[in-house]
């Protein structure tokens, strides 16, 4: 739901990074300017989901690559659980696997850490009032990607395949899914392998992504 415009009410973050310098570093900006509030910060994706549905808040900075949960399955989650936040990743990362998924998953925006503060203002701002913000660097790749579409795999997941990834989404490591499944954890390494590759993705987070968007996980 968009904020009205004209309000004098801040504008309430989360912050979401698991590096407690760029929790603090994004706390004191904001605290610095007018018309921000930050209601809280989490290290980890899973943190998040749970700092969002206790603090409400307007905005998230989101990190992708965090230990405990990564962004992109947070953001999937957030998304289908129909969180009134909207979510501007930050991070330092502008590849294909990582962009893509977290703009699937239900992103509002995406920018890189180097980004001026002005424009990191503007940024939240603009996604506050439910607008599309981008990075030129990841505006281009999106370009890119919808110029050249990625080759469909129809070669579908095994009944293991599924049980691993399915496990994967709950955020279990790979000592823990090979306990629970009687397998070695290089059985488990192999059966990521493949998966990965059947998706067209290269991380755990992308692969949740791009299973929930396909319907694979449900």
Do not use: C, W
């Not at 990834?165 to 954890?185: H, W």
Request: aromatic share 4%; proline share 5%; glycine share 8%.
């Amino acid at each position: 739901m968009s904020r009205e415009t004209g309000t004098s009410s801040p504008i309430t973050l989360l912050i979401v990074d698991d590096h407690p310098v760029v929790r603090d570093g994004l706390r004191g900006m904001f605290a610095s300017a007018p018309g921000f509030t930050v209601l809280g910060e989490a290290a980890s994706g899973e943190e998040a989901v749970e700092r969002a549905a206790a603090l409400d808040p307007d905005v998230i900075l989101m990190d992708l690559r965090m230990p405990g949960g990564g962004g992109v399955a947070a953001i999937v989650h957030l998304t289908r659980t129909g969180a009134r936040a909207r979510i501007l990743v930050l991070t330092t990362y502008d590849t294909d696997t990582d962009t893509i998924p977290a703009i699937e998953a239900g992103a509002t925006g995406y920018l890189l850490k180097d980004a001026p503060r002005e424009e990191l203002f503007t940024a939240v701002r603009a996604a506050a009032e439910g607008r599309t913000v981008l990075s030129p660097a990841v505006a281009s790749r999106l370009v890119s990607a919808v110029r050249t579409p990625r080759r469909e795999r129809d070669e579908p997941l095994s009944a293991r395949e599924r049980e691993v990834l399915a496990l994967v989404a709950r955020g279990t490591s790979n000592r823990e899914i090979a306990r629970e499944l009687f397998i070695s954890e290089a059985t488990v390494k192999t059966h990521l392998t493949h998966l990965y590759a059947k998706l067209g993705v290269n991380d755990r987070a992308a692969a949740v992504a791009t299973a929930y968007e396909r319907g694979i996980l449900g």
